[in-house]
């Protein structure tokens, strides 16, 4: 070649090795991402006939039965129960203006309910949407799901079998649909629409027999579609449930998907039999004669000798059981512990073996007493087989406690439930002994938390922690008052007789000396019980005791302060000084409230105590406390005919339930001069 120019050399190979090779990358990424494609959409749509090779998730009491059914929960009490598909599917899509729309969703799925005891009833199970598939979630009556309105975000679809009147629940057999919170935005008694006349017709949720259920979510339409009906019948033309709802407000833009049941008191098993579920499409139908059932028919009848054999075989049997169960029974009621008692059939309270309940204390060790008192001990105990941990209270015939007082306690709080009263597990008689199982709270009662050595010593409450406690105590005594079918009197309120559980809620106990009465109707009750220092002083006088009395109790059980000191301090408003000094950040206004409310919760005159409700209301803000006189207790009101209305004994006066409207305020008159109004 000439000077000054530069060679270029070709190698036509090698050019060739690199294109083919930058092919076949090429040819690889694209039968990656065709494949990552598949398992996507593989995993949006499954179906699957029973749960012998389904992929998901067990957690807490649910397991896969060896016929393939997928249990949630078995029938014993206190349990919790979760399945999930094992990954988060997503349930959010970006539309071309940048926003995301929750996607279009259909499953269908085929479940059953079994009570323990059918004539009572079960708590049901929910199909679910979650954040997580670990729930932070109690064994009770919330079908597993959490009851911490302030942080839960969820979907439901419940199908409930108790009424729960803290939830809001219509009856003891609907279906309805749950937005980040237990109490349905809608619930329609269970019921399917056959196509012929277009008529309701009812489904028992809890008769154990296998019900099929769809759930259709139409994103363009944001309508939710819930229908139901018994399992082997056709798809209903019309749904029981069609709600407007944009999901994408409601959902993350991943969730797992799947079921949830607990037990609380009342057992049940709760068996899910098939399951389908598609995105952006069409779950597929599941043909019920390919799910596992409990009962499952035979193909083939038997020949005649065996059949005949067989049925001799069976009777035999069942005689030889029957005989086993009369020796049992008779052995017991020679024990004396399985006497069944007239209200244990009305109220339907578990009664446990006392052989297990000695076997949970270790023998009602002194390792395990937890406290004692006039009507006997308390005793820590764990149940065998459910790894319950419970407080025993072994109540003595001798003591001031006796079988009246007992009665009492069992047919108060076997009928209750609200999260701020402590639950009842059930009860056991023992010849002369008796015993009530409860929730065990390991930070002891409100008086221990305060002043004694509890395992809490040295650690001081926060103001908030404190404010959340009383809250707490008057939101229970409002159940009590007036969200019962009927209302309740406790007679005891005190701060031994509150509970605190590990997140310092408070739970109201004891209702040993409690009363029940309708509405409508006056206390009868004529002679005095309680304890002293919390009796109101009209008690002395009348015998009876109403809700009126229970708010003397609270004011009383506020026990920050002595009521005398306050008063005093309230006169010289100097009323904050009553503080706790080692009570530090603590929010004056509430702090101020919550002693000028306890004063007039303990006034000696209980046509001036506010109803528990003004109470709860005034704590969340919702009502305005006005300036009160120097001193509230010592001023004599000059006719009772001109405020008697405003905060009289509502206990007494079914008229008093009704709250006035926005528009009119209460008032009432204390002393010569001062007018104070709510």
């Not at 619930?187 to 296998?210: I, M």
């Amino acid at each position: 070649m000439e000077a000054g120019h530069h060679s270029i050399k070709i190698y036509p190979r090698k050019t060739n090795h690199l294109i083919l090779n930058s092919a076949m990358e090429a040819l690889g990424l694209l039968f990656h991402l065709l494949l990552l494609g598949l398992l996507v959409h593989a995993e949006l749509n499954f179906t699957y006939k029973g749960f012998l090779k389904a992929n998901v998730t067990t957690e807490g009491a649910s397991f896969i039965k060896s016929d393939g059914i997928l249990a949630l929960t078995n029938d014993s009490v206190r349990l919790i129960g979760h399945s999930f598909y094992p990954s988060p599917i997503r349930f959010k899509k970006s539309n071309p203006n940048r926003t995301e729309a929750a996607v279009t969703f259909s499953t269908n799925f085929v479940f059953s309910i079994s009570p323990k005891y059918p004539e009572i009833g079960g708590h049901g199970l929910a199909f679910v949407l979650m954040p997580t598939e670990k729930l932070k979630s109690l064994p009770n009556q919330y079908l597993g799901l959490p009851n911490d309105t302030d942080n839960a975000r969820f979907f439901a679809v419940e199908f409930d079998v108790v009424q729960n009147v803290e939830l809001q629940d219509i009856n003891d057999n609907h279906v309805g649909i749950d937005i980040s919170s237990l109490i349905s935005n809608i619930s329609e008694p269970a019921a399917y629409y056959s196509s012929n006349d277009n008529r309701s017709n009812s489904v028992a949720l809890k008769s154990g027999e296998p019900i099929q259920a769809w759930i259709d979510y139409d994103s363009n339409k944001m309508l939710m579609n819930v229908s139901i009906s018994p399992c082997g019948t056709l798809r209903p033309h019309r749904p029981l449930i069609s709600f407007p709802i944009d999901l994408s407000l409601v959902l993350d833009e991943y969730m797992y998907v799947g079921f949830s049941a607990s037990t609380g008191l009342l057992a049940a098993l709760h068996y899910v039999h098939g399951w389908s579920f598609s995105i952006e499409g069409r779950a597929q139908d599941l043909d019920p004669r390919k799910l596992p059932f409990l009962n499952s028919k035979p193909n083939k009848l038997m020949h005649s000798k065996g059949f005949a054999v067989g049925i001799t075989l069976a009777s035999i049997t069942l005689i030889f059981l029957a005989i086993i169960g009369v020796i049992q029974i008779i052995f017991r009621i020679r024990d004396g512990d399985e006497i069944m008692e007239d209200w244990e059939i009305e109220y339907r309270v578990h009664r446990f073996n006392y052989s297990e309940l000695f076997s949970a204390t270790r023998g009602f060790g002194e390792k395990n007493l937890v406290s004692s008192g006039g009507f006997g001990r308390v005793y820590r105990g764990v149940i065998r087989g459910t790894g319950l941990e419970v407080a025993v209270k072994r109540v003595y015939s001798g003591s001031r406690q006796g079988m009246r007082e007992f009665v009492a306690e069992i047919t108060s709080v076997g009928r209750l439930r609200h999260r701020n009263l402590v639950h009842l597990h059930g009860w056991c008689r023992k010849q002369n002994e008796l015993l009530l199982v409860y929730d065990y709270f390991p930070n002891g009662s409100l008086d221990k938390l305060l002043y004694e050595d509890g395992p809490l010593k040295g650690k001081n409450l926060t103001w908030d922690q404190r404010y959340k406690i009383l809250t707490g105590i008057a939101h229970a005594l409002l159940y009590l008052h007036e969200n019962c079918n009927q209302r309740v009197v406790h007679r005891d309120v005190k701060p031994s007789n509150v509970l605190i559980d590990e997140d310092l809620n408070a739970k109201l106990g004891d209702f040993g000396l409690a009363r029940t009465y309708e509405h409508n109707n006056d206390p009868q009750t004529t002679h005095i019980v309680g304890t002293l220092g919390y009796l109101a002083p009209e008690l002395t006088r009348t015998g009876k005791a109403t809700t009126s009395t229970d708010v003397y109790g609270y004011g009383g059980a506020d026990e920050l302060v002595l009521v005398d000191w306050v008063r005093e301090l309230h006169s010289r408003r100097e009323i904050t000084r009553a503080i706790d000094p080692t009570l530090k950040n603590y929010h004056s206004g509430e702090a101020q409230l919550v002693l000028t409310l306890g004063l007039l919760c303990c006034h000696p005159h209980p046509d001036y105590r506010p109803t528990m409700r003004r109470v709860v209301q005034l704590l969340l803000g919702d009502a305005t406390l006005p300036p009160l006189p120097h001193d509230i207790h010592m001023e004599v009101p000059i006719a009772i005919t001109e405020y008697s209305d405003t905060f009289g004994d509502d206990s007494d006066n079914p008229s008093s339930q009704k709250m006035p409207s926005s528009s009119s305020k209460n008032s009432w008159t204390i002393g010569h001069t001062t007018r104070v109004t709510f």
